[in-house]
């Protein structure tokens, strides 16, 4: 459809969905010269090979030539490339799959979506890729450095009802974590505290603080080797990075933690040996589309024994 209709369904391109910008008013004669002036985060030489490609499309989705004339009010599409990305040598598993939902057993260190330096090395591409669903939709997030059970829409039509049960608190998530043993630490036990983001450099950590508590999570020892322990545990809310806040802000800070309880800078490459000690170990819901209860487990262990602090 043109201008004014709906974006009709485009095509993946290796695994990756269609990017979209919006076209306002301005001074630019061709599409290149608006892409090269708006997103200057990949060089004009860049747009210029992918219109060239057919890699930028209009809001009909049909591919536009390099030299396209510029078209205010309208949208572009275009498909987000890097030429060099970190590769993860994990594999993702599926651990089930209907119409309605698709859930992935995800290893450490891959990212869920793309961001950042990944495109190609995430579990929304590769998932894409492997089953050519181009409408796949993760409804709840894991940190990249978690291992563990990540669930999908497929559907357009059904995907707020899964994410309506994450937001309503109506899931089941059971993590495991390997972190130091605190021998006066009273277990089990329902720890609560207030997470806020903190701004400046240390924006990627959440903060402790007084106040209201809007964090909550049920902590039990499951068992103790050495200095180390494993610990169980079930988020009660979802707040970002809750569990790994909340262990160090217990003086028991989750083993190759590289953000908490100091942040440390991000290494180009990953140090592969050394995963953070946290696995998103099973979740449970009544599906909103069949009324069945589902329970799934990941096929990820952590090991205590085999934990290095």
């Known amino acids: 459809m043109g201008r004014g209709g709906l974006t009709p369904p485009l095509p993946l391109l ?3 969905g269609a990017s979209t910008v919006a076209c306002p008013s301005g001074h630019w004669p061709t599409v290149l ?3 090269a002036e708006r997103l200057p985060r990949v060089s004009r030489d860049d747009w210029l090979s992918r219109l060239t490609r057919g890699e930028v499309l209009d809001a009909a989705g049909v591919p536009l030539p390099p030299d396209a004339r510029y ?8 498909y987000r490339l890097l030429a060099h990305e970190p590769e993860i040598p994990f594999s993702e598993e599926i651990v089930f799959q209907n119409e309605f939902l698709l859930v992935a057993d995800k290893p450490h260190f891959l990212p869920v979506t793309p961001k950042g330096r990944y495109v190609q090395q995430t579990l929304l591409t590769r ?3 492997r089953t050519g669903l181009a409408t796949l939709t993760p409804v709840h997030r894991i940190d990249r450095e978690t291992a563990g059970l990540v669930v999908f829409a497929i559907k357009p039509e059904t995907r707020d009802a899964y994410q309506r049960l994450f937001r309503e608190r109506e899931v089941d998530k059971v993590y495991e974590a390997i972190a130091p ?3 006066d630490l009273a277990l089990p036990m329902v720890y609560r505290s207030r997470l806020e983001e903190r701004p400046g450099e240390a924006f990627m950590q959440m903060a402790t603080v007084e106040g209201e508590p809007n964090a909550e999570t049920e902590i039990r020892l499951l068992e ?3 200095a180390l322990a494993r610990y169980e545990l079930r988020p009660h809310t979802g707040r970002k990075h809750q569990l790994r806040a909340q262990l160090a802000a ?4 989750i083993v190759g933690d590289r953000i908490y309880p100091v942040l440390q800078p991000e290494e180009a490459v990953p140090d592969f040996e050394n995963p953070l000690q946290l696995l998103a ?7 909103p589309c069949s009324g069945e209860r589902r329970v799934f487990a990941s096929s990820h262990t952590l090991a205590v024994s085999a934990a290095v602090p």
């Open 14 to 16: 290796d695994g990756v």
């Open 33 to 35: 010269d608006f892409l």
């Open 71 to 78: 078209v205010a009010q309208t949208r572009l599409h275009y």
């Open 127 to 129: 998932l894409k890729k």
């Open 181 to 183: 043993f605190r021998q």
């Open 224 to 226: 103790q080797h050495a």
């Open 250 to 253: 217990l003086g028991i800070p």
């Open 281 to 287: 170990r099973e979740i449970a819901f009544d599906d």
